[in-house]
Nanobody, 126 residues
């Protein structure tokens, strides 16, 4: 079974930083593309960043230059380093994974992923 567990969320002041982790079990994580999504109350789950099997990255315009996604396959972990946080970054952050044979695949849509974690809350105060 594939399990994804996010951690690292919390309450932080605007301008601060957080590092989220997504730890996978039951899989060889290097076979998966991984994305991070944010869902604010009453809003659609929104793409934040993704990392390919090869380590290539992509991010939403709203977080470009502030958020960095990376992976450590030896630890079966993907990270989302968030800096210069804004109140509008508040929401539940989910990691998602897609098994793929392509080393360069990623998706910016929720339908592009097979497996999802339980989410971790990030709250940014003004």
């Amino acid at each position: 079974q594939v399990q994804l567990v996010e951690s690292g969320g919390g309450l932080v002041q605007a301008g601060g930083s957080l590092r989220l982790s997504c730890v996978a079990s039951g899989v060889i994580f290097s076979s998966y593309a991984v994305g991070w999504f944010r869902q604010a109350p009453g809003k659609e789950r929104e793409f934040q960043a993704a990392v390919t099997r090869r380590g290539g990255t992509a991010s939403a315009d709203s977080v470009k230059g502030r958020f960095t996604i990376s992976r450590d396959n030896a630890k079966n972990t993907v990270y989302l380093q968030m800096s210069s946080l804004k109140p509008e970054d508040t929401g539940v952050y989910y990691c998602a994974a897609k098994f793929t044979s392509s080393p360069d695949f990623y998706s910016s849509t929720i339908s592009g992923y097979q497996y999802w974690g339980q989410g971790t809350q990030v709250t940014v105060s003004s």
